[in-house]
T-cell receptor
Framework: GAGVSQSPRYKVAKRGQDVALRCDPISGHVSLFWYQQALGQGPEFLTYFQNEAQLDKSGLPSDRFFAERPEGSVSTLKIQRTQQEDSAVYLC???????????FGSGTRLTVV | TQLLEQSPQFLSIQEGENLTVYCNSSSVFSSLQWYRQEPGEGPVLLVTVVTGGEVKKLKRLTFQFGDARKDSSLHITAAQTGDTGLYLCAGDTFNNDMRFGAGTRLTVKP
């Protein structure tokens, strides 16, 4: 497709459940980012890939969060043993190169109950 | 503490009025972007500014990047109800990642 695609669009998880969120970036985009956005806030940086290399994961809030992009295209953000504070919208963005601006997906809204 | 501070946090104005929102930091950025986000959607890129002092215009929107590349402003002339949304600035660090401000939530009333 022409844009960044994220799935699922909505996810309800029971506390303690593991979840996997998928991001399909724009074809050929080298850079891929994951952000977490709480209600009423701006996106908070989680992690960044350049091709398959994870260059920065300093924003991941705990070791329950893990991201991968094994072939340099599709990326998965995995959250283990979900907690209520993990409830947020998870946004994925991709970019062809630095300073070009980023194209975002519509996000996955995760609700942990 | 946010790397980028946006002000005001909320702004409610009448259609036809002008407004300016600000994005400030103590850090220098290689570039800065402005996005608009509507409920249930991801942010949509409005503009990228790269050079200190740069001014870009997009119809009724004027964007300025500070001379020192630490701050930016967005000015909207004759606001319309369709301008309602969350305006986010984001700075591209020299580590090739991008950090966002908390946003200015603009409401334009008819």
């Amino acid at each position: 497709g022409a844009g960044v695609s994220q799935s699922p669009r909505y996810k309800v998880a029971k506390r303690g459940q593991d979840v996997a969120l998928r991001c399909d970036p724009i074809s050929g985009h080298v850079s891929l980012f994951w952000y977490q956005q709480a209600l009423g806030q701006g996106p908070e940086f989680l992690t960044y890939f350049q091709n398959e290399a994870q260059l920065d994961k300093s924003g991941l809030p705990s070791d329950r969060f893990f991201a991968e992009r094994p072939e340099g295209s599709v990326s998965t953000l995995k959250i283990q043993r979900t907690q209520q504070e993990d409830s947020a919208v998870y946004l994925c963005a991709s970019s062809a190169q630095q300073n070009y601006g980023y194209t975002f997906g519509s996000g996955t809204r995760l609700t942990v109950v | 503490t946010q790397l980028l501070e946006q002000s005001p946090q909320f702004l409610s104005i009448q259609e036809g009025e002008n407004l300016t929102v600000y994005c400030n930091s103590s850090s220098v950025f290689s570039s800065l972007q402005w996005y608009r986000q509507e409920p249930g959607e991801g942010p949509v890129l409005l503009v990228t500014v790269v050079t200190g002092g740069e001014v870009k215009k997009l119809k009724r929107l004027t964007f300025q990047f500070g001379d020192a590349r630490k701050d930016s402003s967005l000015h909207i002339t004759a606001a319309q109800t369709g301008d309602t949304g969350l305006y986010l600035c984001a700075g591209d660090t020299f580590n090739n990642d991008m950090r966002f401000g908390a946003g200015t939530r603009l409401t334009v009333k008819p």
